[in-house]
């Protein structure tokens, strides 16, 4: 028998994924109503502006005061699409305080304070659920930690940002440069005005901070992820993996160490051949795969990003979250017993792709193998094309440890014979 007394939200944000949360919320009342067992009542809206137009919002419903709404003491859940650490976290805590549960999109604040906020739900005794916070409308989160949570997870390997992946897809199929690439995805509203967290790779190191803290039972922060971004991928870069039967791609990557004492997580371009399933992951869509010990390799494809597969995610939180109260239960809370320490960048072993210009003279190749030879780094395979003086020489290594391939790299040049170090990338995915 459906509960009569509405189930209350607070809205937290109403931009791109707050206002489709909010229309999706009042478009569906009876079938969300029907699922969760119960009516849910959308309470209060909060903005930092008011005055917008916002099409489909009750406007009654707008406030600026997110303090207040939180605080009002009737409220049963949280949703959370604002971003950024504060206000959004003293806002959260504070719903905790209150008897309520959160559904939050915050990838940023998720990565960098997810124990603080994981301990006091379960201090309150209720819920903290995020599925929005990584890969937009894929399911993948729930599935780590409910389906998975028999399984041992040993590898988790994506694309988690669909602006750089629509960057680099626009680079290598119509070879514009980065610039144009950035430009036309700005045009198309898949980058921002200031495009830095997508394009550095902080969006995409949050993702694999939380990704990595749940596969593996253990605390990651955005800290503990290594990151490099896709500012200095050139034209060249596309050409070189080309010439490999390669794409480049914005990978996550989170690893369990072999001896299962330590686990990485690591975001940076690479090369990956174009017989793997990243491969063809195109525009701005997202996939991870999952690598499990009896599960095998789990693979999740879909719209990482926007309105309304973001919105499409939260709904299914607060469905989950909803039925929860009702129930008087608590779903999966955070599970850190593992305690494996994040292994530094330097010792992370994987193969690398490294381009250099050089002397088109006898004896070049051989100096430079030497030098790959006393770092310990092992040559795969080589390619050199000269003219008038000039080469390049690309060399493709066997895995290596990060701190012998810079050691290799600040060798080479030292080399009268090598002018420049054109590009070093890794290359992942065998």
Same mark, same amino acid.
């Given at each position: 028998?459906m509960?009569?007394?509405p189930?209350?939200?607070?809205l937290?944000?109403?931009g +791109?994924v ?7 919320m009042t478009?569906?009342a #009876? #079938?969300l109503?029907?699922r969760?067992?119960?009516?849910v ?7 930092r502006? =008011?005055g917008r137009v916002r099409p489909?919002v009750p ?8 303090? *207040?709404?939180v605080g009002r003491?009737d409220?049963d859940?949280v +949703?959370?699409?604002v971003g950024?650490?504060?206000p &959004?976290k003293?806002?959260?805590l504070s719903?905790?305080e209150q008897g309520?549960?959160?559904? &939050? ?7 960098k ?5 994981h =301990?006091a739900?379960?201090a309150?005794?209720?819920d903290?659920?995020y599925?929005?916070a990584?890969a937009?409308?894929i399911?993948?989160?729930r599935?780590?930690r ?7 997870v040993?590898?988790?390997l994506g694309?988690?940002n669909?602006t ?5 897809d626009k680079?290598?199929t119509?070879?514009a440069?980065?610039s144009?690439?950035l430009?036309?995805?700005t045009?198309?509203g898949?980058?921002?005005a200031?495009?830095?967290a997508d394009?550095e790779?902080?969006?995409a190191?949050a993702?694999?901070a939380i ?8 605390k990651?922060? *955005?800290?503990?992820?290594?990151r490099e %971004?896709i500012t200095?991928?050139?034209a *060249?870069d596309i ?8 794409v480049?791609? $914005? ?11 330590s686990?990485?997580a690591?975001?940076?371009?690479a090369?990956?051949p ?6 063809s992951?195109r525009? =701005?869509?997202n996939?991870v ?5 009896a599960?095998g390799r789990l693979m999740?494809y879909?719209p990482?990003?926007g309105g309304?597969?973001?919105?499409s995610?939260?709904l299914?939180d $607060?469905v989950a979250?909803c039925r929860n109260?009702l129930?008087?239960?608590t779903g999966p ?12 960048m330097?010792?992370?072993v994987?193969?690398y792709?490294v381009?250099l210009?050089?002397? #088109?003279r006898?004896? +070049?190749? *051989? ?8 770092? %310990?780094? &092992?040559?795969?395979?080589v390619?050199?094309?000269g ?6 020489l690309?060399? +493709?290594?066997?895995r290596?440890t990060d701190?012998?391939l810079?050691?290799?790299v600040d060798?080479l040049?030292?080399?009268d &014979?090598v002018? #420049?170090v ?6 992942e995915?065998?």
């Open positions: 028998m509960r009569t007394r189930l209350k939200v607070a937290l944000g109403c +791109v707050g206002s489709e949360v909010a229309r999706i478009t569906t #009876d #079938d109503a029907a969760i067992g119960a009516p009542e959308l309470a209060g809206i909060a903005v502006r =008011a489909g406007e009654h419903l707008i406030t600026t005061d997110a303090e *207040a709404l003491g409220i859940v +949703v959370e699409v950024g650490i504060e &959004s003293s806002l959260l719903a905790f309520a549960s959160v559904v &939050s999109a915050n990838k940023a604040l998720l990565a304070d997810g124990t603080e906020l =301990a739900a379960a309150a005794g209720v903290l659920y599925e929005a990584v937009g409308a399911p993948l989160l599935p780590l409910e389906s998975l949570a028999g399984d041992k040993n590898r988790v694309i988690v669909g750089t992946n629509f960057i680099l680079m290598d119509t070879g440069g980065y144009e690439a430009e036309e995805a045009a198309l898949y980058a921002e200031d495009p830095t394009v790779g902080f969006d190191a993702k694999a990704l990595a803290g749940i596969a593996f039972h253990t990651v922060t *955005a800290a503990d992820v290594y %971004g200095e991928v050139t *060249a050409a070189s993996a080309k010439a490999m039967g390669c480049v791609k $914005l990978l996550a990557i989170c690893e369990r160490a072999a001896d299962g004492e686990v990485t690591r975001v940076h371009p090369m990956i174009l017989s793997h399933p990243l491969a992951v525009e =701005a869509y996939a795969f999952v690598e499990a010990e599960a999740f879909g990482g990003a309304s597969p973001t919105a995610a939260v299914g $607060l979250v109260k129930a008087g239960a809370g955070d599970s850190v017993y593992t305690r494996l320490p994040a292994k530094p330097d010792e992370v994987t193969r792709h381009s210009d050089v002397d #088109d006898a004896g +070049v190749l *051989a100096q430079v193998a030497s030098v790959f030879a006393e770092h %310990g780094v &092992s040559i795969d395979t390619r050199q094309q003219r008038d003086g000039d080469a390049s690309v060399v +493709v290594t066997h290596a701190a012998a810079s050691a290799t060798k040049r030292a080399l &014979s002018r #420049d054109a590009s070093i990338m890794r290359v995915g065998e």
